[in-house]
């Protein structure tokens, strides 16, 4: 492979035949090379009850096909036609509180539901069949973003599954009552009947029941994937996958077990303005999903040109920004840039949604930024294949960030994913590439490690963690980490319980802050939100609190253990400061490449190597740098000059 593919959604169902053979036209003079269709197929694939029509998608792939662009066919399932939940209405999602979630809009299904299961396969099958061996097929799409809106569902088909799930994780219901602590409020159970889904309830819910839930619901729906790809795997030699969502707003599925399970790894992305800094949170997904894809290649499968419909506010992306972040992903590990999608809506829920054929047709700034991004994917081709530098890793969990954000917690103002990026944009700003990686994952190639907020932790990872600081690794663990086991039970004796040794503090008790307070250290630094009251007993003290509510206790500490470090951190520190703490705890490095706005990532293969730099920023930024430059076509003979706002790919003269 030596291209990056640049690849769409497309609906042809929502335009007439003239208009596909002007799009198609179109995709040929943007480079288009992969096209999503069927995503949403359902009701023209099957208009009414077991009579299927397959003419117009025969042509639109057809059409495609002889203009040389690779389908990534969807099964079609991922929306239920209308007739189907008329007919069926038991289909339908319910929610925690008992009402049922109704058609009108699109995932309207209940994923444990039989009769959905039997009539999606059903339609899958006819769908394989038909285009399982077709020349221009080049992926299977399974459904789409499986859970992005009924991942939890808590109907009576829902909770009879969840019931079969407990059965075969606790085989006894003495056992199930043990784990999920049910001596108290007098919640013994006595037969698998009695159990319910933690539906709406009076007050505060069972917690462990809540995260087992959880773990159910991202069970079933993976449950559901591997039904269809079983029926296009016996029908078909494509690769299968399907959409995930590694994204602030979206966390109902651990993607740790779905991953194995993919032919390719392919995420959705989408800005967040609602966050602070929407770009380095860009970087996380993307490093997120390359953890995912086991370090391999990996397809952006969406992401917008401009505006998304689905925020208080949709903010344009101005001249640039759109390259910028597509080499961001590419910097990260990703081969394919794919769009939601080719043209603008002209009806429905998304008609404000940006695409690469806006609204306003061609003669528009946002069709020559498509063209631009087009020619620079072709320009950096040679890239594809490659894999990323890192020589960090960040420990990463959805089970942990279920089980923290729980309903009852020492503060609300913490939030797991807030920590998480906090440690991830500090190290990008220090021009550090972290893997992000499972509490399972083997660490012991890694510099440094960095385990922010990890609460939930079982005794295996807990010791594969300490086995990688004996072993000479450094580590920095950060506040309310390791409190917990897998079933949400506390571990005694002092936090934080699962890494006390390696760390070789104890702490008594949490004394978080008010969001608005500020404690300031000694050595400079400023905390926020969390404080403890914390006793070393083999770790030495680096910082301690000059005031706030335990003044003299340590903040920052350090512990020699095997021959490794482990660095403990019990509070929140604001960027500047984690800037500075992390030069320490990450071992025998230059840290000269980096800034808050600039990425600056290599990635390398078969003797070759590539220097990413992203200026997201206003002014310009240098680095030392020889080699060719792939978007300029120019020399690059020592130090490389990126302006405000400019982007380089530098193939590297000897790999460093
Ligand atoms: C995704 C989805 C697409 C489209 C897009 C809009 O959630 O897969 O179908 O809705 O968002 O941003």
Redesign the pocket.
């Known amino acids: 492979m030596n291209s990056i593919i640049l690849g769409c959604?497309y609906n042809p169902e929502q335009w007439t035949p003239d208009v596909w053979r002007e799009d198609v036209a179109l995709m040929r003079e943007a480079g288009v090379d992969l096209v999503a269709v069927n995503?949403?197929g359902w009701s023209h694939l099957e208009p009414a009850d077991g009579r299927f029509s397959f003419d117009d998608l025969d042509e639109v792939i057809e059409l495609l096909h002889a203009n040389g662009i690779k389908v990534n066919l969807g099964t079609g399932t991922?929306s239920p036609p209308p007739w189907l939940t008329t007919l069926h209405p038991a289909i339908l999602p319910v929610a925690a509180d008992g009402t049922t979630r109704f058609p009108g809009g699109?995932q309207a299904w209940c994923p444990s539901s039989p009769v959905f299961r039997d009539r999606a396969y059903e339609l899958v099958r006819r769908v394989a069949e038909r285009y399982g061996n077709h020349p221009a097929l080049a992926l299977w799409h399974v459904s789409?973003?499986l859970g992005?809106h009924n991942a939890l569902c808590y109907c009576e088909a829902s909770a009879e599954a969840f019931r079969s799930w407990l059965r075969r994780r606790y085989g006894k219901i003495e056992t199930l009552n043990e784990a999920w602590g049910t001596s108290f409020w007098s919640q013994r159970y006595g037969d698998w009947a009695e159990i319910q889904p933690p539906r709406a309830a009076l007050s505060i819910r069972n917690p462990s029941q809540i995260v087992d839930f959880h773990r159910f619901s991202s069970d079933e729906l993976l449950d559901y994937y591997r039904g269809e790809t079983e029926i296009l795997r016996a029908r078909s030699s494509a690769p299968v996958t399907t959409?995930f969502?590694v994204t602030a707003h979206i966390r109902n599925l651990d993607y740790w077990s779905w991953a194995p399970e993919m032919d390719v790894i392919a995420n959705?992305h989408?800005l967040d303005h609602r966050l602070g800094d929407p770009v380095a949170e860009l970087s996380f997904a993307a490093d997120l999903t390359r953890g995912l894809a086991a370090g391999k290649p990996w397809i952006l499968m969406?992401q917008?040109t401009g505006a998304?419909?689905?925020q208080p506010y949709n903010l344009t992306k101005a001249p640039g920004e759109m390259l910028r972040n597509t080499l961001t992903h590419v910097a990260r590990g990703a081969d394919s840039i794919c769009f939601?999608?080719w043209r603008a809506s002209a009806q429905g829920?998304?008609k404000f949604?940006s695409a690469l054929l806006p609204h306003a047709g061609t003669d528009t700034v946002a069709w020559r930024e498509v063209l631009r991004l087009s020619q620079t994917l072709d320009a950096i081709g040679e890239v594809a294949g490659t894999t990323v530098d890192a020589d960090v890793a960040i420990v990463f969990s959805w089970e942990s960030w279920w089980a923290a954000e729980g309903e009852a917690r020492p503060s609300q103002a913490v939030t797991y994913l807030d920590q998480v990026h906090g440690a991830h944009r500090a190290l990008r700003a220090l021009g550090v590439t972290c893997d992000v990686v499972s509490p399972d994952a083997d660490l012991s190639q890694y510099r440094a490690v960095v385990v922010p907020c990890l609460y939930m932790v079982g005794d295996v990872a807990a010791e594969r963690i300490t086995e990688y600081v004996a072993a000479g690794g450094h580590l920095l663990v950060t506040f309310f980490s390791g409190i917990v086991d897998e079933r949400d039970r506390i571990r005694l004796g002092g936090y934080p319980g699962a890494f006390r040794d390696v760390l070789g503090v104890r702490v008594e008790e949490f004394a978080p802050l008010r969001p608005d307070h500020r404690v300031n250290l000694s050595g400079g630094g400023i905390g926020s939100l969390w404080t403890e009251r914390l006793r070393t007993t083999s770790a030495a003290t680096i910082a301690s609190y000059l005031d706030g509510p335990l003044p003299g206790t340590p903040a920052i500490t350090r512990n020699e253990f095997g021959d490794g470090v482990a660095w403990y951190l019990a509070t929140a520190l604001d960027d500047d400061g984690m800037q500075r703490f992390l030069r320490d705890v990450v071992p025998n490095r230059e840290f000269d490449l980096g800034s808050d706005d600039v990425e600056v990532v290599r990635r390398r293969g078969d003797g070759r190597s590539y220097l990413f730099v992203v200026n997201h920023g206003v002014n310009p930024v240098e680095y030392p740098a020889a080699g060719h430059n792939l978007i300029t076509n120019e020399p690059v003979g020592g130090t490389l000059r990126v302006e405000g706002g400019g982007v380089a790919v530098i193939r590297e003269e000897a790999t460093a």
């Open positions: 959604d995503i949403f991922s699109r789409n973003e992005c959409n969502m959705d989408y969406e917008s998304v419909n689905w939601f999608q829920a998304e949604h």
